[in-house]
């Protein structure tokens, strides 16, 4: 069995190698661990065994190779009208709130509610799908769209007290399906690669991102019970603010990507 | 040793086969496995794994579990449901295609 030290040691070596994909680290750091192992158990040292090892795991090449590798495989076969319905959905629904502030028949929330719709089919089945986890997504999936189907019913043809009550809580339940799982799942990712400047940068800006999309059903309730506070301008700000960390999120990590590809290249 | 073209084709059947229907296996354990059953005719280079294994994961076709052995991480991967369909499906095609290949070199070599 290996020191707690001597992993340490592989470990940084990996980090230092640029390996920061979440699972590929922990999948080459076992895989040395074992190769070190067997080569310890024929009488190397730890040092003798360790570059055995990482010359069997990479041969030639370095090492980043594998990453690269790994990176170039998954995106093969995403296209970028893939992601940009997607991207093009996730923001109708950040911008969803605004139809809580209009009255009568609003064309806008019909096209909200089927981006909502077009963004959880996607996301449900395409994405998620990927996650293994298809049974629990599917039911999210099917509730989420039941809301959405749900309010375009209540607020196009049906006229009653507590409408806006309604609509404001069936607003807030999706932004809170969808923001706080996404978001959470942006900052996990970024805790695990926080190596870099440009990780570092990337999660402060998730962090603003997910504290203003917070605030949103904050700040709705106080311009429910509070019609006098004029609220709607900050609003426009916070999700303003939480578009722009979020999209400059992405930029910072693509820059990341594309470095990877660089230093494959160059 | 096979060269690396013909490897890359058959990397995706191999590991979906070691893991069909329910066996949980870590990377360095592929590698041994595939050593040990091909009497070391066909080594697998960790450089070929990760990246096809993590492809797989992306495309739902295994699952992975992470357990501290010791001090240490490992990585147990899994087939889903849809990946024992997959597994299924790519036997069978290996299989035909194999035939169709041995038929080919065969036919091949008469007509010659």
């Known amino acids: ?266 | 040793m096979y060269s690396k073209d013909l490897i890359r084709g058959t990397l995706t059947p191999i590991i979906l086969k070691l893991l069909y229907p329910n066996r949980k296996m870590y990377g360095y354990e592929i590698c041994q496995k595939v050593k040990e059953l091909t009497n070391e005719d066909l080594l697998i280079k960790e450089g070929s794994l990760y990246p096809a294994l993590h492809k797989l994961m992306d495309d739902g076709l295994i699952n992975v579990e992470e357990v501290l052995i010791g001090n240490r991480p490992r990585r147990y991967y899994q087939l889903t449901a849809e990946g024992k369909l997959e597994a299924e499906h790519r036997t069978t095609e290996l299989n035909r295609f194999l035939k169709t290949m041995q038929l080919f070199l065969e036919k091949a070599t008469n007509s010659l």
């Open chain 1, 1 to 266: 069995m290996l020191t707690d030290k001597q992993i340490d040691i592989i470990k940084k070596d990996l980090n230092q190698n640029g390996i920061r994909m979440p699972g590929l680290e922990n999948d080459l750091l076992d895989h040395l661990l074992c190769s070190i192992e067997v080569y310890m158990s024929k009488g190397y040292s730890f040092e003798e065994a360790y570059r055995c090892a990482l010359y069997d795991l990479h041969g030639e090449s370095t090492i980043i190779t594998i990453q690269q590798e790994t990176i170039h495989l998954i995106n093969e076969g995403r296209s970028r009208v893939k992601n940009l319905i997607y991207y093009g959905c996730l923001l109708s629904c950040l911008i969803a709130p605004f139809n809580l502030f209009t009255t009568g028949v609003n064309p806008g929330l019909i096209l909200v509610c089927i981006s909502l719709s077009i963004f959880f089919i996607y996301h449900s089945i395409f994405l998620h799908r990927k996650q293994n986890d298809l049974r629990r997504n599917l039911f999210l999936f099917t509730i989420i769209t039941s809301l959405a189907v749900l309010s375009v019913f209540i607020f196009l043809f049906i006229e009653f007290e507590g409408k806006g009550l309604l609509g404001m809580l069936l607003w807030v339940s999706l932004i809170l399906a969808i923001a706080i799982p996404f978001y959470l799942k942006a900052i996990k990712r970024s805790l695990s690669m926080n190596n870099t400047m440009i990780d570092f940068f990337s999660f402060a800006l998730e962090l603003t991102a997910i504290i203003s999309l917070l605030w949103i059903p904050l700040a709705l309730s106080i311009k429910l019970f509070r019609s006098n506070v004029a609220v709607v301008f900050f609003l426009d700000d916070l999700v303003l603010i939480a578009i722009c960390a979020f999209s400059v999120s992405i930029m910072l990590k693509k820059a990341g990507e594309l470095k990877l590809y660089l230093q494959k290249y160059l």
